[in-house]
């Protein structure tokens, strides 16, 4: 089994839409979780880091299960700008990151 | 915050020859840096982790011996990708864990890769 399994997708929405992935993660003593964005031929950017709480950054707002070792990021009112790949990193003690594969999105006009 | 550079960003060589890529953390110090690759429209692969001072751990599949890895310092960490043939076109990666400007939490930062291809 995967460390960190994700939706490959693609998921294509329009502008506006509201669209959420998840990510889940099989290691229960994973202890850090981040939701980064790889544009195309681009290295990935950190877009949020998620919080046991849920952590909310304008639009998009991030959520942890641990219960069910899942964590998902939701983006509101997506924009054309938002078409990237997102990727789920985890980690249990900052010496070895987990990726999911990505999941793309797509939104359109 | 935090930034990692990587150099060269697009390399063309021959079959054969050796490439060298440099990975440096511009303003903070970097214990352990890790190298990746990417083949078109696939995920991030670890390739090894980068120790400072100490030989590099590399992930299974991953030949030691083609993969070159040398972390001489806290802030430069390099890849050689020896005797490269065509197979080896890839997107390689590096990151580093450092802090983001006023935060304390680790974070990886990501060089801006660089594109190997072999003829």
């Known amino acids: 089994r995967k460390e960190v399994e994700q939706d490959p997708g693609p998921f294509n929405v329009p502008e506006g839409a509201t669209v959420a992935f998840n990510c889940t993660y099989s290691?229960?003593?994973?202890?850090?979780f981040f939701w980064y964005r790889q544009d195309c031929r681009k290295e990935p950017k950190l877009l949020m880091s998620?919080?046991?709480s849920g952590n909310e950054d304008g639009r998009f707002t991030a959520q942890l299960n641990r219960a069910s070792q899942y964590i998902s990021l939701l983006i509101r009112d997506s924009k054309l700008s938002d078409s990237a790949t997102y990727l789920c990193?985890?980690?249990?003690?900052?010496?070895?990151?987990?990726f999911g594969s990505g999941t793309k999105l797509n939104v359109k006009p | 915050g935090a930034v990692v550079s990587q150099h060269p960003s697009r390399v063309i060589c021959k079959s054969g020859t050796s490439v060298k890529i440099e990975c440096r953390s511009l303003?903070?110090?970097?214990?352990?840096m890790f190298w990746y690759r990417q083949f078109p429209k696939q995920s991030l692969m670890l390739m090894a982790t980068?120790?400072?001072?100490?030989?590099?751990?590399?992930e299974q599949g991953v030949e030691k011996d083609k993969f070159l890895i040398n972390h001489a310092s806290l802030t430069l960490s390099t890849l050689t990708v020896t005797s490269a043939h065509p197979e080896d076109s890839s997107f390689y990666i590096c990151s580093a864990r450092g802090f983001r400007q006023g935060t304390n939490t680790g974070e990886l930062f990501f060089g801006e890769g660089s594109r190997l291809t072999v003829l």
């Open positions: 303003d903070f110090q970097a214990t352990t």
């Open positions: 990193v985890v980690t249990s003690n900052f010496n070895k990151f987990y």
């Open positions: 998620v919080y046991s």
């Open positions: 980068s120790n400072e001072g100490s030989k590099a751990t590399y």
């Open positions: 290691n229960s003593a994973s202890q850090s």
